[in-house]
């Protein structure tokens, strides 16, 4: 199979898809007598948060399941299944929560937790990074990404997945350099490693709207997508999202860098038609939109709260959405004022209304500029307590506040509670 072609199965029955696109590529050699290492998109799975939900949010399960069971077919030496966590969560409680040893269902395939491997040091632009030597070293590299909206990278698919081989420190340095700029030049080293192997796309159900976490909405589309080069898959993928790759800065990038081919004229689709596939992927709102979106999908009040964003971490808008969204169940939302929050690159506007909140180490080079009254919350990511207490002072009289907190401290951290979209 060349670099510049993609396998398209359309259907439901992913085992039989799988015996499909396989038998398309056609290509046993990859896989006989071979150590073969999946890499899904596994660590958007919250514990907090209700099964059928956090299905929308990950490669499913199932899915990888049955990608183990047709490969097996071609008697591998070994399958492993390899993920890391955001930054601050562990990989090995999301295996135990999603019941991923359970569902695949065979004592001999490995689950690793990359974080506990070790890093090896790569150059990136003027700095360093470190990727999972365990990744580079894989014979065989399954990309296994599934179909997301994303609020800073439009879509996140296959190159998108392969920050998960980062370390957590490496992670940050991306958002400091810029998501697409970043996601481009790490396929572009991956490259070099012939790294990934193959990406297979799961697209059975993906997810759209408020991506990447459960914030999103759960969208079918019933297709998976394999090929050798993620550029190429990636191209397609969002295609099939309806989404044009043109739009994506970091597939327009990596085309520009010569990591593979995002012209769909130029990319020769096997299987089923792309225009067979194509649904239309409700985006993920812009950062502009993003104060709005949270407004809506948590039901707050009208103008309660503002956000400036400036391409944040994941995981920095999973610690400051939680809290909110817990002191909402908590204490109610008769804030006694509006609160803006900055986050990374944002910086202070001149004009503003309420507390101002800096959130996260990031934000520490606005703290003069935002002068005394400004509340600076420090974490790389912040924790959720911490969150919980600054936006529970800063939206609450005191008294509502304590009420709200002992109502908490009773639940636990841990209970989260739900939002008008989940079933
Ligand atoms: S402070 Fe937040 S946005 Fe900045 S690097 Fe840390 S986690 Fe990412």
Same mark, same amino acid.
């Given at each position: 199979?060349?670099?510049?072609?993609?396998?398209?199965?359309?259907?439901?029955?992913? %085992?039989?898809?799988?015996?499909?696109?396989?038998?398309?590529?056609?290509? %046993?050699?990859?896989?006989e007598?071979?150590d073969? +290492?999946?890499?899904?998109?596994?660590?958007?799975?919250?514990?907090?948060?209700?099964?059928? +939900?956090?299905?929308?949010?990950?490669?499913?399960?199932?899915? #990888?399941?049955?990608?183990i069971?047709?490969?097996?077919?071609?008697?591998?030496?070994?399958?492993?299944?390899?993920?890391?966590?955001?930054?601050?969560?562990?990989?090995?409680?999301?295996?135990?929560?999603?019941? &991923?040893?359970?569902? #695949?269902n065979?004592?001999?395939?490995? *689950?690793?937790?990359?974080?506990?491997?070790?890093?090896?040091?790569?150059?990136?632009?003027?700095?360093? #990074?470190?990727?999972?030597?365990?990744?580079? !070293?894989?014979?065989?590299?399954?990309?296994?990404?599934?179909?997301?909206?994303?609020?800073?990278?439009?879509?996140?698919?296959?190159?998108?997945?392969?920050? /998960?081989? *980062?370390?957590?420190?490496?992670?940050?340095? $991306?958002?400091?350099? /810029?998501?697409?700029?970043?996601?481009?030049?790490?396929?572009?080293?991956? &490259?070099?490693?012939?790294?990934?192997?193959?990406?297979l796309?799961?697209?059975?159900?993906?997810?759209?709207?408020?991506?990447?976490?459960?914030?999103?909405?759960? @969208?079918?589309v019933?297709?998976?997508? *394999?090929? @050798?080069?993620?550029?190429?898959?990636?191209?397609?993928?969002?295609?099939?999202?309806?989404?044009?790759?043109?739009?994506?800065?970091? #597939?327009?990038?990596?085309?520009?860098?010569?990591?593979?081919?995002?012209?769909?004229?130029?990319?020769?689709?096997?299987? !089923?038609?792309?225009?067979?596939?194509?649904?239309?992927?409700?985006?993920?709102?812009?950062?502009?939109?993003? @104060?709005?979106?949270?407004?809506?999908?948590l039901?707050? %009040?009208?103008?309660?709260?503002?956000?400036?964003? /400036?391409? *944040?971490?994941?995981?920095?808008?999973?610690?400051?959405?939680?809290?909110?969204?817990?002191?909402?169940?908590?204490?109610?939302?008769?804030y006694?004022?509006?609160?803006?929050?900055?986050?990374?690159?944002?910086?202070? %506007?001149?004009?503003?209304?309420?507390?101002?909140?800096?959130?996260?180490?990031?934000?520490?080079?606005?703290?003069?500029?935002?002068?005394? !009254?400004?509340?600076?919350?420090?974490?790389?990511?912040?924790?959720?307590?911490?969150?919980?207490?600054?936006?529970?002072?800063?939206?609450?009289?005191?008294?509502? $506040?304590?009420? /709200?907190?002992?109502?908490?401290?009773?639940?636990?951290?841990?209970?989260?509670?739900?939002?008008?979209?989940?079933?």
């Open positions: 199979m060349d670099l510049n072609e993609v396998i398209l199965i359309k259907g439901t029955d992913a %085992p039989d898809m799988l015996k499909s696109a396989l038998g398309l590529l056609n290509e %046993p050699e990859l896989f007598n071979k073969i +290492v999946l890499k899904p998109n596994l660590a958007c799975w919250d514990a907090r948060l209700p099964r059928e +939900v956090n299905k929308w949010t990950v490669t499913k399960p199932q899915f #990888i399941a049955d990608v069971q047709s490969l097996k077919t071609f008697k591998p030496k070994s399958i492993t299944v390899a993920e890391s966590a955001f930054v601050d969560n562990n990989i090995d409680k999301n295996y135990k929560n999603m019941k &991923l040893k359970k569902i #695949i065979d004592p001999n395939i490995k *689950l690793i937790n990359l974080d506990k491997y070790p890093f090896k040091s790569v150059k990136f632009f003027d700095r360093k #990074i470190q990727i999972s030597q365990f990744i580079l !070293d894989a014979e065989v590299l399954i990309n296994m990404p599934m179909l997301k909206t994303h609020g800073s990278t439009i879509v996140s698919i296959g190159m998108k997945n392969l920050k /998960g081989i *980062l370390h957590s420190e490496s992670k940050k340095i $991306f958002h400091r350099f /810029g998501l697409g700029k970043s996601i481009a030049e790490l396929s572009k080293i991956l &490259l070099e490693y012939n790294k990934p192997t193959l990406t796309v799961e697209g059975l159900v993906g997810l759209q709207g408020f991506g990447p976490m459960q914030t999103g909405k759960p @969208k079918e019933g297709c998976i997508i *394999l090929g @050798k080069n993620t550029v190429s898959v990636d191209a397609v993928s969002s295609e099939i999202m309806g989404i044009s790759p043109q739009e994506v800065e970091h #597939i327009k990038l990596a085309e520009q860098n010569g990591v593979g081919i995002a012209d769909l004229n130029k990319i020769k689709v096997i299987g !089923d038609k792309i225009e067979d596939v194509k649904v239309k992927f409700e985006k993920a709102p812009t950062e502009a939109e993003t @104060k709005d979106a949270i407004i809506e999908i039901e707050l %009040p009208p103008d309660s709260v503002d956000v400036i964003h /400036g391409h *944040l971490c994941s995981t920095c808008a999973l610690n400051y959405i939680g809290p909110v969204w817990a002191l909402r169940d908590d204490a109610g939302t008769n006694r004022q509006k609160i803006l929050l900055l986050s990374a690159h944002a910086e202070v %506007p001149d004009d503003y209304e309420g507390q101002l909140i800096l959130w996260g180490n990031c934000q520490r080079k606005n703290v003069q500029k935002a002068g005394k !009254d400004a509340i600076f919350v420090k974490g790389c990511p912040p924790s959720l307590m911490k969150g919980y207490m600054t936006f529970g002072k800063a939206l609450y009289r005191r008294r509502t $506040f304590i009420k /709200g907190l002992i109502k908490r401290l009773f639940k636990g951290m841990g209970k989260i509670g739900k939002l008008n979209h989940w079933p």
